[in-house]
């Protein structure tokens, strides 16, 4: 009698434990939850991505710095600054591509 409501409840539980588990899985595979988790993800991800920038911007910054003393620039020297970009508007041509003419 004992072996029989030992068994008949160790089963009831590992039904219970069994449909637990599958519904659980079921309600993580729907389209919803997917979805969810994906955009967890994402976010996650552009994190890490903005933690990384962050960190070469730092080390940018420090290996300039160790450049400019190995060579002697100080930082707060006023750079050359690029000159403007030539157009051939600005020197009086026109360009020879009309980019019009292809729609």
Not at 79 to 99: F, S, T
């Amino acid at each position: 009698m004992f072996r029989r409501t030992f068994w008949f409840t160790a089963g009831a539980a590992a039904g219970v434990w069994a449909t637990t588990k599958v519904n659980r899985k079921l309600r993580q595979l729907t389209p919803e939850s997917l979805a969810a988790r994906a955009a967890d993800r994402a976010v996650e991800a552009g994190h890490r991505l903005k933690e990384f920038a962050s960190d070469v911007r730092d080390g940018m910054a420090r290996r300039e710095t160790e450049l400019n003393d190995a060579l002697g620039i100080e930082s707060g020297e006023n750079h050359r600054e690029l000159p403007a970009p030539r157009r051939p508007e600005a020197l009086g041509r026109k360009h020879p591509y009309n980019r019009n003419e292809d729609h």
